[in-house]
Protein backbone atom coordinates (compact mmCIF):
# COMPACT_ATOMS: atom_id res chain seq x y z
CA UNK A 1 0.00 0.00 0.00
CA UNK A 2 1.01 3.79 -0.51
CA UNK A 3 0.69 6.42 1.89
CA UNK A 4 0.46 10.17 1.00
CA UNK A 5 0.46 12.55 3.72
CA UNK A 6 -0.51 16.17 3.34
CA UNK A 7 -2.34 18.88 5.25
CA UNK A 8 0.34 20.23 7.23
CA UNK A 9 1.28 23.98 7.38
CA UNK A 10 1.75 26.63 9.76
CA UNK A 11 -0.59 27.22 12.38
CA UNK A 12 -0.80 29.68 15.46
CA UNK A 13 -0.05 28.26 19.24
CA UNK A 14 -4.02 27.60 19.52
CA UNK A 15 -5.06 27.16 16.65
CA UNK A 16 -6.18 23.90 14.05
CA UNK A 17 -4.54 21.82 11.31
CA UNK A 18 -6.16 18.38 9.97
CA UNK A 19 -4.06 16.05 8.57
CA UNK A 20 -4.95 13.56 5.64
CA UNK A 21 -3.39 10.56 4.58
CA UNK A 22 -4.74 8.77 1.61
CA UNK A 23 -3.99 5.32 0.91
CA UNK A 24 -4.26 3.38 -2.64
CA UNK A 25 -2.64 -0.03 -4.02
CA UNK A 26 -4.14 -2.41 -1.06
CA UNK A 27 -7.57 -2.93 0.81
CA UNK A 28 -7.47 -0.11 3.16
CA UNK A 29 -10.26 -1.64 5.43
CA UNK A 30 -7.79 -4.13 6.26
CA UNK A 31 -4.93 -1.74 7.86
CA UNK A 32 -4.43 -0.41 11.28
CA UNK A 33 -2.92 3.19 10.80
CA UNK A 34 -1.06 5.28 12.57
CA UNK A 35 0.23 8.67 12.84
CA UNK A 36 3.76 9.21 14.25
CA UNK A 37 5.75 12.80 14.82
CA UNK A 38 9.49 13.51 14.82
CA UNK A 39 10.76 16.75 15.53
CA UNK A 40 14.23 18.26 15.01
CA UNK A 41 16.94 16.83 16.98
CA UNK A 42 14.00 14.16 18.31
CA UNK A 43 13.21 10.47 17.92
CA UNK A 44 10.32 9.65 15.78
CA UNK A 45 7.37 9.06 18.87
CA UNK A 46 3.67 7.69 18.48
CA UNK A 47 0.95 9.91 18.03
CA UNK A 48 -2.18 8.20 17.27
CA UNK A 49 -3.57 5.00 15.92
CA UNK A 50 -6.60 3.72 14.69
CA UNK A 51 -8.14 -0.01 14.51
CA UNK A 52 -9.46 -0.81 11.22
CA UNK A 53 -13.03 0.00 11.42
CA UNK A 54 -12.35 3.03 13.65
CA UNK A 55 -13.98 1.51 16.74
CA UNK A 56 -10.79 1.81 18.99
CA UNK A 57 -8.07 4.76 19.01
CA UNK A 58 -5.28 5.64 21.40
CA UNK A 59 -3.37 8.64 21.76
CA UNK A 60 0.10 9.93 23.13
CA UNK A 61 -0.81 11.22 26.77
CA UNK A 62 0.03 15.08 25.57
CA UNK A 63 -2.38 15.07 22.61
CA UNK A 64 -5.09 13.27 24.51
CA UNK A 65 -8.43 15.71 24.23
CA UNK A 66 -6.95 17.89 21.56
CA UNK A 67 -5.93 15.51 18.85
CA UNK A 68 -8.72 13.44 17.17
CA UNK A 69 -7.68 10.05 14.63
CA UNK A 70 -10.29 9.27 12.49
CA UNK A 71 -10.87 7.33 9.03
CA UNK A 72 -13.13 6.71 6.09
CA UNK A 73 -12.86 3.48 4.64
CA UNK A 74 -14.87 4.51 1.51
CA UNK A 75 -12.19 7.34 1.05
CA UNK A 76 -9.49 5.33 1.42
CA UNK A 77 -8.40 8.19 4.27
CA UNK A 78 -7.40 8.48 7.56
CA UNK A 79 -7.38 11.89 9.49
CA UNK A 80 -5.74 13.38 12.31
CA UNK A 81 -7.78 16.46 13.50
CA UNK A 82 -5.11 18.95 15.80
CA UNK A 83 -6.71 21.29 17.51
CA UNK A 84 -5.70 23.84 20.70
CA UNK A 85 -2.08 23.69 19.00
CA UNK A 86 1.00 24.20 20.66
CA UNK A 87 4.63 24.80 19.98
CA UNK A 88 5.78 21.47 20.61
CA UNK A 89 3.44 19.98 18.25
CA UNK A 90 6.06 21.10 15.56
CA UNK A 91 6.97 18.09 13.73
CA UNK A 92 7.06 15.92 10.85
CA UNK A 93 4.08 14.22 10.67
CA UNK A 94 3.73 10.44 9.05
CA UNK A 95 0.83 8.29 8.82
CA UNK A 96 1.80 4.44 9.12
CA UNK A 97 0.10 1.43 7.84
CA UNK A 98 0.15 -2.40 8.96
CA UNK A 99 -2.18 -5.49 8.87
CA UNK A 100 -2.02 -5.54 12.80
CA UNK A 101 -1.42 -2.94 15.60
CA UNK A 102 2.79 -2.19 15.58
CA UNK A 103 5.26 -0.44 17.84
CA UNK A 104 6.88 2.08 16.42
CA UNK A 105 9.61 1.40 13.57
CA UNK A 106 7.92 -2.24 12.99
CA UNK A 107 5.03 -0.37 11.11
CA UNK A 108 5.95 -1.88 7.23
CA UNK A 109 4.23 0.99 5.22
CA UNK A 110 4.82 4.43 5.92
CA UNK A 111 3.85 7.88 3.94
CA UNK A 112 6.58 10.69 3.42
CA UNK A 113 5.43 13.46 5.79
CA UNK A 114 4.00 16.33 6.09
CA UNK A 115 5.52 19.36 8.09
CA UNK A 116 3.62 21.07 10.81
CA UNK A 117 4.86 24.00 12.68
CA UNK A 118 3.12 26.24 15.68
CA UNK A 119 4.49 29.71 15.99
CA UNK A 120 3.68 30.97 19.50
Known amino acids: VQLQASGGGLAQAGGSLRLSCAAS????????MAWFRQAPAKEREFVAD????????SYKDSVKGRFTVSRDNAKNTVYLQMNSLKPEDTAVYYC??????????????WGQGTQVTVSS
Open 96 to 109: AADTSRQGLGYYNY
Open 50 to 57: ISWTGATT
Open 25 to 32: GGDFSSYY
